[in-house]
């Protein structure tokens, strides 16, 4: 079992700069895929960005030059640092923590909320 804490959500002014945090604790071994994912209200859950144990790093095209994601291997934490956020930054946005090998598994934080709204 994997177990994701996230913290640094709330609300910001369209412009403005958030960082999410993302602790994992638990089977955090082998090769895997730590990342965060959105859902604003009506809409599907999106990628957003993912960052492999390897430091592979994917954005979703509607962040990219706008959020950075990285990772504290010796606090098993992933970070998401939101810059220039626009209103349709506003979701809830969901840890994601994905083992590869040598066994799968998919494991989910409990989500924070952005709100970006002046």
């Known amino acids: 079992q994997v177990q994701l804490v996230e913290s640094g959500g709330g609300l910001v002014q369209p412009g403005g700069s958030l960082r999410l945090s993302c602790a994992a604790s638990?089977?955090?071994?082998?090769?895997?895929?730590m990342g965060w994912y959105r859902q604003a209200a009506g809409k599907q859950r999106e990628l957003v960005a993912t960052?492999?144990?390897?430091?592979?790093?994917d954005y979703a095209d509607s962040v990219l030059g706008r959020f950075t994601i990285s990772k504290d291997n010796a606090k098993n934490t992933v970070y998401l640092q939101m810059n220039s956020l626009k209103p349709e930054d506003t979701a809830v946005y969901y840890c994601?923590?994905?083992?590869?090998?040598?066994?799968?598994?998919?494991?989910w934080g409990q989500g924070t909320q952005v709100t970006v709204s002046s």
């Open positions: 960052i492999t144990n390897g430091g592979n790093i």
């Open positions: 638990g089977n955090i071994f082998g090769l895997y895929v």
């Open positions: 994601n923590f994905v083992r590869r090998s040598p066994n799968t598994g998919t494991y």
